[in-house]
């Protein structure tokens, strides 16, 4: 419970700092690797009703909408929706934003209504996916599909860093405690801000995700690892380590 408000309080401080973090395309990681691969992993989104659960600031529901979908955002954090609000004044594409709790979604009266939930790296911020999973059960259309990308959990591993090389390049990579289900905080300062964002993510292994889907109603139907292109490893620095190990997983699933 400690590490689910302390979750919460961390999304709803950091809004500001994150919303700089995107727009300014210091976080590269999803501009050129993950946000794209998410976006080929949805495909022809045109005429579609879609949810994104943990829309944050909106930037995947704006993506979307941008591709002709009818988008509905939420995100439990108020000054996320603020800031997504705030986008869409500023640019309006008739997305609508909710402020809600993704675990009460199944409450919610909005049975079978999507065609297509997606959610961009939020569900491993989340401490029980399980239930949020379930309420993405009822209202997805039972044609409809369920499409999300999370950090990698080869990568979330309560122990996971690069040991030091010599010269250039990272060395290999340190990966211990895989089997551990636990709440994991990664320091992490948000690049072209000085803001240290402490959000924990929740740790589990690929099996247990797999679980989870499985009792949420939902079978998987693909899996993508994205790695960077060869031009881009050797052009971003940054994004040469994405080459070597998964740093995302994006999961396509469908009601069984
Ligand atoms: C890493 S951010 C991603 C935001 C956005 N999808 C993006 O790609 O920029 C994770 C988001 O999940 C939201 N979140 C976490 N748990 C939630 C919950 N139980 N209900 C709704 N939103 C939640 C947080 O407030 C945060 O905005």
Redesign the pocket.
């Known amino acids: 419970l400690e590490a689910v408000r302390l979750?919460?309080e961390a999304?709803?401080r950091a809004a500001d700092p994150?919303d700089t973090f995107?727009e300014t395309g210091a976080d590269y990681h999803?501009l050129e690797l993950h946000g794209p691969a998410l976006l080929r992993a949805v495909g022809k989104v045109r005429g579609l009703r879609v949810l994104?659960?943990?829309?944050?600031?909106?930037?995947?529901s704006r993506k979307l909408a941008a591709k002709g979908a009818r988008v509905v955002g939420?995100?439990?954090?108020r000054s996320?929706i603020t800031n997504a609000l705030r986008h869409e004044s500023e640019r309006p594409q008739g997305i609508e934003y909710v402020r809600?709790?993704?675990?009460d979604l199944g409450r919610t009266r909005k049975e079978g209504k999507f065609n297509l939930v997606v959610?961009?790296?939020?569900l491993m911020?989340?401490p029980r996916p399980g239930p949020?999973l379930r309420g993405v059960s009822k209202v997805l259309n039972p044609e409809g599909r369920l499409v999300f990308s999370i950090t990698h959990p080869f990568n979330t591993s309560p122990v996971s860093r690069w040991t030091h090389a010599k010269v250039g390049k990272h060395g290999p990579r340190i990966v211990d405690r895989y089997f551990d289900e636990v709440p994991v905080v990664f320091p992490w300062v948000l690049r072209g801000t000085d803001y240290k964002l402490n959000?924990p993510e929740w740790h589990r292994p690929l099996s247990v995700w797999f679980e989870i889907l499985r009792k949420a109603g939902f079978h998987v139907t693909r899996l993508w690892e994205p790695t960077p292109t060869e031009v881009q490893s050797k052009t971003i620095p940054g994004l040469e380590g994405c080459s070597r190990i998964p740093f995302y997983l994006i999961v396509e699933a469908r009601l069984s």
């Open positions: 979750a919460r999304w709803e994150w995107i999803r994104d659960v943990g829309c944050g600031q909106g930037y995947f939420i995100d439990w954090s996320q809600m709790d993704a675990r959610s961009c790296m939020a911020d989340m949020v959000s």
